[in-house]
């Protein structure tokens, strides 16, 4: 089937909403899956008859999309549940968020700001910010339960992660000044360190796919 009108849509919510008819049968009439039609009740209920008009894409803050996968990650609604309450327009968004959270790869919106409480950091040692970034990785937890575990700020652990991503273990050495001998590391450590970290994403990575196994198993369980 072609494109579906707003219009189309909004007739399949009602016969939903006001018919009484069943997900399945209104998605087998219209040739799509029944969760299309629960996906756009949701959003109907959620945004009015707004739901369905074409808009410029939302730009949401990284604050925001941790806030969504969090409530969902806590068990505190469905995927439709939890879409329904934060107004996110389609589960698809929802389910990249959430595999982006797990990889540690989540970022605003283009446009979205990154807006998060601020909150004084400490000083921190180079062995520091290695063993931060590993187990953040290797646990998987958010930035906000790392930050509180070892005494930093959000904004910290977000940097760090973000700067070992781009480059490597360098990107954990802290630059401001030349006065931190301690700081230095042989080649040997350097490879260690990095093989620690790296060991610890590919372990994170197999529950990752073992996580959004479960996670369709759940929902189709739901459905």
């Known amino acids: 089937m072609g494109r579906i009108s707003a219009e189309e849509k909004l007739i399949a919510v009602k016969r939903r909403l006001e018919g009484g008819e069943s997900f399945e049968a209104i998605g087998n009439s219209m040739g799509v899956h029944r969760e299309r039609i629960r996906e756009w009740c949701g959003k109907y209920q959620s945004m009015g008859s707004d739901a369905f ?7 949401y803050t990284l604050e925001f999309k941790i806030t969504a996968v969090e409530y969902y990650l806590q068990g505190k609604g469905s995927l439709y549940d939890t879409c329904r309450k934060f ?35 400490r000083k921190t040692t180079l062995q520091e910010r290695i063993d931060i970034v590993t187990d953040h990785i290797e646990s998987g937890m ?14 910290q652990v977000y940097q760090w992660i973000q700067k070992y991503k ?26 260690q360190a990095e093989n620690r970290i790296l060991k610890a994403q590919l372990e994170r990575k197999e529950l990752e796919n073992i996580f959004l196994k479960k996670v369709d198993e759940i929902e189709r369980r739901r459905s």
């Open 166 to 191: 781009a480059n490597g273990i360098d990107g954990l050495v802290d630059r401001r000044g030349r006065t931190k001998p301690v700081e230095e590391m042989t080649e040997i450590e350097r490879l």
């Open 87 to 121: 107004k996110i327009p389609a589960q698809e968004n929802l389910r990249r968020w959430i595999k982006r959270y797990n990889s540690h790869e989540l970022k605003a919106s283009p446009g979205g700001k990154v807006r998060m409480t601020m909150i004084k950091g």
């Open 142 to 155: 958010s930035y906000a339960e790392t930050a509180e575990k070892y005494d930093v700020s959000y904004q």
């Open 53 to 59: 008009v074409r808009t410029k894409n939302n730009k």
